[in-house]
């Protein structure tokens, strides 16, 4: 990511220039220096929070597994049902301003959740009490933080700059729970959460120093120029403020549902998350218990699809949007990952071996990462600028919902009819959802 080479970020600067065509000349520039400090901040946060997660199942397990599932629930529950809201705060407030009130809410939580727990042990009603206020703050904090990247990069980087941050998110995932399992080991559940402390004191410090321009949306939205102004959906001060943050989250929904490309996308995203998300983490473990592969053949097939990701990531942070006179587009690349990903899952269903079921998780990681670093681009580079973190909420809503529904019903097919026959319908509905997405002009072009 030197700057040894002039920007070609797209097919008409290709044929505008045709040195732009030699991979010698293919180098871009650097990632800003705020946006690589931000993104450094924020994967340190997410392997604080992943620690976090794994030392609080490990806590509810002690108390059961419905006990441990009642406290995943209550993240997810909290999480859905206030991120539209969420979304419509940070578009109103601004996204610096919700991040760093955020931090400051968990900065002081993770402190307390330390010293209780040291004085109280884990009882089940503070592990509640924790996954509530966890959810809570992920519903305002997720929106503001995936609408970051357009306030702080060029349009032109946003594929490269989104591909490194999946990079980073899915290096601090796979890090996350060793961390979290030793620092468990060494000081239970109060180190864990001291150590997550830290990493949120360290990310306030950097987004305070950060120079980026990040003004209230409500007054632009006010001056006529918004399109919540045609809408009617005015942003309303005193009592009426959360009525109007409820009109301004139905906006970010009317504006995404009525916009043809954003649309398509979600729509798309909601069918991958639904169809490719439960495979490796519910199916895998459900296949390799049923196989009788035992458990470490289930974490290889984790590790390799997490591995996959990595290195789709990777890949696409060095190379951003393609290389060559014609580069992949957006819609183009998301089908392409859609159908690699079902090929891996299709042999994940049909994998005789442990060895046949690693190949398949890492091609359906390479497969699903190459998806999430096309779409995301593609919906981040759509939304307008007043409706960033609502964009980037009903992103989060779909792809949850979505991913709860699924998850229920292949859990039961499991249950009755095996692992092997799910597995098989995810890749078909995986592949559909490629095909499709081929077939899809407005995707297709973008």
């Not at 360290?202 to 918004?226: C, I, K, N, T, W």
């Not at 989060?396 to 026959?421: E, H, I």
């Given at each position: ?10 097919a008409d ?22 946006y ?6 924020a ?7 992943a ?17 441990a ?16 809201v969420?979304g419509?705060v940070?578009?109103?407030l ?15 939580a ?31 904090y ?6 970051m990247?357009?306030l ?8 490269r ?51 980026v ?6 007054p ?18 005193g ?7 409820l ?30 998300l439960?495979?490796?983490?519910l ?55 859609l159908?690699?990903?079902?090929a ?6 049909a ?7 690693v190949l ?27 409706h ?27 249950d009755?009819a ?9 890749a ?19």
């Amino acid at each position: 990511m030197t700057t040894t080479g002039s920007l070609a970020p797209g097919a008409d600067a290709d044929a505008a220039d045709p040195d732009a065509a030699d991979p010698a000349a293919a180098a871009r520039p650097a990632l800003p220096a705020p946006y690589l400090r931000w993104l450094a901040g924020a994967q340190l946060g997410a392997l604080g929070d992943a620690a976090l997660a794994f030392a609080l199942g490990w806590a509810a397990a002690a108390h059961g597994g419905a006990a441990a599932g009642l406290v995943l629930t209550v993240i997810t529950v909290a999480r859905t049902v206030l991120v539209l809201v969420g979304g419509a705060v940070a578009d109103r407030l601004g996204a610096r301003r919700v991040m760093l009130a955020g931090d400051a809410v968990m900065l002081a939580a993770t402190l307390a959740l330390a010293a209780a727990a040291g004085v109280l042990g884990t009882p089940l009603r503070l592990l509640l009490l924790a996954a509530l206020v966890i959810g809570v703050v992920d519903a305002f904090y997720l929106p503001a933080s995936g609408s970051m990247p357009r306030l702080l990069v060029d349009a032109g980087q946003l594929p490269r700059a989104l591909a490194l941050r999946q990079a980073g998110g899915q290096l601090a995932a796979l890090l996350g729970a060793p961390l979290g399992g030793a620092l468990v080991a060494a000081g239970g559940l109060p180190a864990t959460a001291l150590v997550d402390a830290a990493s949120f004191a360290v990310l306030l410090l950097v987004l305070l120093l950060l120079p980026v321009s990040d003004p209230r949306r409500a007054p632009a939205a006010r001056s006529g120029g918004d399109a919540d102004a045609g809408t009617g959906t005015g942003t309303g001060t005193g009592t009426d403020r959360p009525a109007g943050l409820l009109r301004e989250a139905a906006a970010g929904v009317r504006l995404a549902t009525g916009d043809r490309l954003l649309r398509a996308a979600l729509l798309l995203a909601g069918a991958a998350a639904g169809a490719v998300l439960p495979v490796v983490a519910l199916l895998g473990p459900l296949l390799a218990r049923s196989a009788g592969w035992g458990a470490g053949a289930a974490g290889l097939v984790a590790g390799a699809q997490g591995a996959g990701v990595l290195a789709a990531a990777v890949l696409l942070a060095r190379r951003g949007t393609g290389a060559g006179r014609r580069p992949l587009g957006a819609g183009t690349g998301a089908a392409a990952g859609l159908c690699a990903a079902a090929a891996g899952i299709a042999l994940l269903a049909a994998a005789p071996v442990p060895a046949a079921a690693v190949l398949g998780g890492l091609l359906t990681g390479a497969g699903s990462g190459l998806f999430a670093g096309r779409l995301g681009p593609l919906v981040l580079g759509a939304a307008p600028d007043t409706h960033l973190s609502r964009v980037q909420a009903l992103l989060t809503l779909v792809q949850s919902a979505a991913l709860v529904l699924s998850t229920g019903a292949l859990g039961l097919l499991a249950d009755t009819a095996g692992p092997r026959l799910p597995i098989a319908l995810c890749a078909l509905a995986t592949g559909a959802a490629g095909v499709l997405t081929l077939a899809s002009p407005v995707l297709r072009r973008a």
